[in-house]
Each structure stands twice: as structure tokens, then as C-alpha cells.
T-cell receptor
């Protein structure tokens, strides 16, 4: 069974500090997809990134960056120079390569950016 | 604008009552999903449908029912058998089968259900 662990529940940072969110996953499949979503106070989940299991390149998008390491089954997310608008809950999720596209979510990280 | 519309935003259920949450998408997506979110928890899958007139139970289907009569619509009924229905319910959809991004799920704004 697929499983996603996000160990830290709430993280507070002062504006302009960097924050890293850890995500560790478990799966027996060799083909799988990893995702990060942002849930602002409004409640809607916003898609941030998808990475497949064959692509271990790290990715940067503006102030966001992701570090995928298959050797440690981790897909960590860093927000650089945090801003108040980054305050949200961030979820890591895993989908195995079969056809049903089911997502297994971690419990999420509540990020609070203090001005 | 293309997207996923959930209604109502807030819903109250009386004891013994069934209530139905609406989810409509105009993204031409084949697959649709219902999740439940409790405070401090991740999302848990209730039901999902990969194609019209077909759906499968997720991890916590007991006390819920769905239908998928149209591609655009995937309503969720919370029945009286669901003893603890208070939660935030999120609907999602994912792309057409031949789309390269078919497994990215996009979410609606959610419905917050409370028991009176």
C-alpha cells in the first residue's frame, strides 16, 4: 500500500526566511508520481508540482524548489525568502502507476509566515 | 472560466437526514473524485469515478453514495448511516485519458458540512 509521511505539523517562520517541508513516501511500484499541493485558508487545493519516478532532477519555480531523492524515498519542498502569502497548508501526495490514479496524501504541513 | 464548482459552500445536516453535495466540472475531465478532510488530517478518498456510469469505493465509502450519470457531474450523498459527517469535502477531477497531464487532480473550493 502506498503511504506518505509529513512529519512536521506546524512550522512558523519569520518573513524572508527559508522553509523546507519534508515528505517521505512508501510504495512497491517502480512507476509512481509525486505531487505537492497548497491549501490556502480559502480551502481549495492548488496544484504545485508533479514528478514521476523516473525523473530525479530537482526543480525550481520562482521561490519554490523541490528535491527528489529515490535513494531516501523523499520529495522535499523548499520555499525561499518566504512571504506572508505563503501561509497555508502544504500536502505531499503519491499516485502509483496503475490506471486508477488514486492519490495518497500526507497529513500536511501548516506553514505560518510571520511578518 | 474552466474549473470545478462545488455547492453549497456550507451545509447543515439534521439527525437522520440525507444531504447531497454537488460537484460540476467543465474541464472535459474523465475522472472525478471525492475526498473528506478532517482538522489536522490529510485528505481521504471516499469515492472515485474514471468514466461515466462507473465508480469505485475509496478508503472510507461507508455512509456515502455517489452517481455519475453525466461526465460533468459527480454528486455525493451523505446518508444517515454516516454517523460522523462533520468535515470539509473536496471534489477533484483529472484529465482526459490521452492527456499527458491526465493524472493531475484539480480541486474545487470545497463544501463544509456540519451537523445540527
Amino acid at each position: 500500500a502506498q503511504k506518505v509521511t509529513q512529519a512536521q505539523t506546524e512550522i512558523s517562520v519569520v518573513e524572508k526566511e527559508d522553509v523546507t517541508l519534508d515528505c517521505v513516501y512508501e510504495t512497491r511500484d517502480t512507476t509512481y508520481y509525486l505531487f505537492w499541493y497548497k491549501q490556502p485558508p480559502s480551502g481549495e487545493l492548488v496544484f504545485l508540482i508533479r514528478r514521476n519516478s523516473f525523473d530525479e532532477q530537482n526543480e525550481i519555480s520562482g521561490r519554490y524548489s523541490w528535491n527528489f531523492q529515490k535513494s531516501t524515498s523523499s520529495f522535499n519542498f523548499t520555499i525561499t525568502a518566504s512571504q506572508v502569502v505563503d501561509s497555508a497548508v502544504y500536502f505531499c501526495a503519491l499516485s502509483e502507476g496503475g490506471g486508477n490514479n488514486r492519490l495518497a496524501f500526507g497529513k500536511g504541513n501548516q506553514v505560518v509566515v510571520i511578518p | 472560466d474552466g474549473g470545478i464548482t462545488q455547492s453549497p459552500k456550507y451545509l447543515f445536516r439534521k439527525e437522520g437526514q440525507n444531504v447531497t453535495l454537488s460537484c460540476e466540472q467543465n474541464l472535459n475531465h474523465d475522472a472525478m473524485y471525492w475526498y473528506r478532510q478532517d482538522p489536522g488530517q490529510g485528505l481521504r478518498l471516499i469515492y472515485y469515478s474514471q468514466i461515466v456510469n462507473d465508480f469505485q469505493k475509496g478508503d472510507i465509502a461507508e455512509g456515502y453514495s455517489v452517481s455519475r450519470e453525466k461526465k460533468e457531474s459527480f454528486p455525493l450523498t451523505v446518508t444517515s448511516a454516516q454517523k460522523n459527517p462533520t468535515a470539509f469535502y473536496l471534489c477533484a477531477s483529472s484529465g482526459a485519458v490521452l492527456s499527458g497531464a491526465k493524472n493531475i487532480q484539480y480541486f474545487g473550493a470545497g463544501t463544509r458540512l456540519s451537523v445540527l
